[in-house]
């Protein structure tokens, strides 16, 4: 589902994580947190199984918003992160973007962005994100 | 510069990423914005030359949260991100964080960092992160 960018337009997306995309975030940024990579240790933390980086998670955001709604040419400006629950690899997660308010004058747009496991509906993962397009807002 | 985890504590880490880890991080996210990729795409925008994803750069948090400060154990409730300047491939970076409240009780604390280019001394990134550690905090 998806409506022309705009207030109150809506995008909707679908994604998933496979433990070999952990393993590379990890290399990529630094951050070998054995709670991410390591299902020994995590099977002593209350999570019981590795958990993906909330910020690999937070990804669909710059992937959504930069390539797809608005695309293209969008600059990052802010954005707020609330890690709700534990994220898992192999599991589809859909992120649903809505326009919250559009500044004409600025180019600039927030777009909240919330993230549902597919199968329990349960909300994982919420923020707002600010960002400037010249051509579509 | 670390001092011991706790109100104020300071810690300081500095960084860079290559052009190789723009393309694979690309790749795990699926945001194959040209704005990152293109150098002939970037050379028509206001930045003249490829820009990491911010997302990208807002892994240092996660990086040096969860493996040094305050370490292994922690767990992500929140981060806010302002993304002020662009960042660049093959530039170092200094990130500075610094506890700003703690809550015993929950085992909780907020912990500001700011990002700054080590040559200007600009700053390019500013967010607060939001975390749980059960053993030290």
Same mark, same amino acid.
């Not at 898992?88 to 308010?101: G, W």
């Given at each position: 589902?998806?409506?022309?960018?705009?207030?109150?337009?809506?995008?909707?997306?679908?994604?998933? #994580? @496979?433990?070999?995309?952990? /393993?590379? #975030?990890?290399?990529?940024?630094?951050?070998?947190? *054995?709670?991410?990579?390591?299902?020994?240790?995590?099977?002593?933390?209350?999570?019981?199984? *590795?958990?993906?980086?909330?910020?690999?998670?937070? @990804?669909?955001?710059?992937?959504?918003?930069?390539?797809?709604?608005?695309?293209?040419? @969008?600059?990052?400006?802010?954005?707020?992160?609330?890690?709700?629950?534990?994220?898992?690899?192999?599991?589809?997660?859909?992120?649903?973007?809505?326009?919250?308010?559009?500044?004409?004058?600025?180019?600039?747009?927030? /777009?909240?962005?919330?993230?549902?496991?597919?199968?329990?509906?349960?909300?994982?993962?919420?923020?707002?994100?600010?960002?400037?397009?010249?051509?579509?807002?």
């Amino acid at each position: 589902m998806t409506t022309e960018f705009g207030l109150n337009a809506v995008h909707q997306y679908t994604f998933r #994580f @496979s433990q070999a995309d952990v /393993i590379e #975030f990890a290399r990529i940024t630094g951050d070998n947190n *054995p709670l991410h990579l390591d299902p020994d240790f995590a099977a002593r933390t209350p999570f019981k199984r *590795p958990i993906i980086h909330g910020m690999l998670g937070a @990804s669909v955001f710059t992937k959504v918003l930069g390539t797809e709604f608005p695309g293209f040419g @969008s600059v990052y400006l802010g954005q707020t992160l609330e890690f709700l629950r534990p994220m898992f690899v192999d599991t589809d997660y859909e992120v649903t973007f809505t326009v919250q308010a559009v500044n004409p004058a600025k180019h600039t747009a927030e /777009i909240q962005g919330e993230v549902r496991d597919v199968q329990t509906k349960k909300v994982v993962m919420r923020g707002v994100a600010t960002l400037m397009h010249q051509e579509k807002i």
